[in-house]
């Protein structure tokens, strides 16, 4: 019998992956064909909303919106990856995103994975991967390349094009999280984010 293939957030973390809080292991710990639910409610907001024509995972301001995330493992192209499907929940009508995390190609010190976004994918993102706080704290945050998709084509994004982002998740408790992302830009500052208490539930 053939061995599961071990989760993408277990592969790039390696021993360190074993220090998260319980919750967070449950969170990332989704081998292909796992999944889990994450539900509650999140402070969005955005100071030039006339950027959701470039930036379509540009939340939609707002205060205690009901927010509800499935991520499960994955297979695409062969390589065990992990998926985002969010959903924010406004009174006008929900507004929904999408993101694929890969492996990111080897080289260089530390733990990387690669975000896209959208479906078909066309930007993506390098992201670099830390465990602070004695496992309590998964930080991600971008460091490497970032690409436009065209196809099979990866086209380097110019610096001016280029985003600053950060997600913070702390376990807050067996079943509970608290996320914070901020994306920024070097010459317009922080565009947008979110924030809020999220539970986690068992995983499917």
């Not at 078909?120 to 991600?140: F, H, M, R, S, Y």
């Amino acid at each position: 019998m053939m061995a599961q293939p071990l989760s993408l957030f277990r592969m790039v973390l390696g021993e360190r992956f074993d220090t998260l809080a319980p919750v967070l292991r449950r969170h990332y710990d989704l081998a292909p064909g796992q999944s889990v639910s994450v539900t509650g409610r999140m402070d969005a907001w955005s100071r030039y909303p006339w950027l959701r024509v470039f930036i379509p995972i540009m939340p939609k301001p707002g205060a205690a919106v009901p927010v509800t995330v499935l991520n499960s493992g994955v297979t695409d192209a062969g390589e065990v990856c992990y998926e985002w499907k969010r959903e924010f929940d406004y009174p006008g009508g929900a507004s929904h995103s999408y993101t694929l995390t890969r492996p990111a190609a080897p080289g260089g010190a530390g733990a990387f994975v690669v975000d896209t976004f959208n479906q078909p994918a066309n930007i993506a993102v390098t992201l670099a991967l830390d465990v602070l706080e004695g496992g309590a704290l998964l930080k991600q945050r971008t460091a490497g390349s970032q690409f436009a998709l065209v196809g099979a084509r990866r086209l380097r994004l110019p610096g001016a094009f280029q985003i600053q982002s950060v997600a913070l998740e702390r376990a807050l408790g067996e079943d509970r999280i608290f996320t914070d992302v901020t994306v920024s830009h070097a010459l317009l500052g922080p565009m947008f984010g979110y924030r809020g208490e999220l539970t986690v539930a068992d995983r499917i």
